[in-house]
């Protein structure tokens, strides 16, 4: 399983970034992916789950209405939307195997998203 994570960067509060997951190493469209958090000096936070098909949302409530997952099962990606951005959304992002109860801890690099004035 191979995560590459990208589009993270310093943005103003307000701000928006979308991040993408390219993906490989196994079948992508037949798996549920994620999007995970890790604030500077805390533990992993889930964020936002897609279903195979992309039928299927859902995110936490500290991001809901701000954020919006999508997936490309032709690219092997999945996309997070990031609009509205706080000073508490500050981490570092990466994308992960699974669900919000059963995702694979995520062994990429992950990509940095820093809200700052």
Not at 66 to 79: C, G, H, L, W
Not at 86 to 106: F, Q, R, W
């Amino acid at each position: 399983v191979q995560l590459v994570e990208s589009g993270g960067g310093l943005v103003q509060p307000g701000g928006s970034l979308r991040l993408s997951c390219a993906a490989s190493g196994f079948t992508f469209s037949s798996s549920y992916m994620s999007w995970v958090r890790q604030a500077p000096g805390k533990g992993l936070e889930w964020v936002s789950t897609i279903s195979r098909a992309s039928t299927i949302t859902y995110y936490a409530d500290s991001v809901k209405g701000r954020f919006s997952i999508s997936r490309d099962n032709a690219k092997n990606t999945v996309y997070l939307q990031m609009n509205s951005l706080k000073s508490e959304d500050t981490a570092l992002y990466y994308c992960a195997v699974g669900a919000e109860h059963s995702y694979i801890a995520p062994a990429g690099q992950g990509t940095q998203v820093t809200v700052s004035s």
